[in-house]
């Protein structure tokens, strides 16, 4: 089971290796709008595990280009963890 502690809930949630983010809705205080990468709810900032994530798909790609986001941000309705663990603010 791969880990995503949200720094700023001070709590810690397992997700199944490989699964997409968004299985996070309704385990924390993220808000999942649209789920398909157009809206920026769901964008974070990765601070630790960036290597435990997958290369963004273009649907992110396209969110993130259009938020104006830095390197280290992700639309989690689209971004999948590999495994291991990832530490995220919002």
């Given at each position: ?36 990468g ?53």
């Amino acid at each position: 089971m791969a880990q995503v502690e949200i720094k700023n809930e001070g709590k810690t949630i397992e997700v199944p290796d490989g699964s997409c983010l968004v299985e996070l809705e309704g385990k924390c205080g993220i808000v999942f709008a649209c789920k398909a990468g157009a809206c920026g709810s769901c964008k974070v900032k990765v601070l630790e595990g960036m290597e435990n994530l997958e290369s963004p798909n273009e649907q992110e790609k396209s969110g993130l280009a259009t938020f104006g986001s830095d390197p280290k941000e992700r639309l989690l309705c689209e971004t999948k963890i590999k495994s291991g663990k990832i530490v995220i603010e919002y």
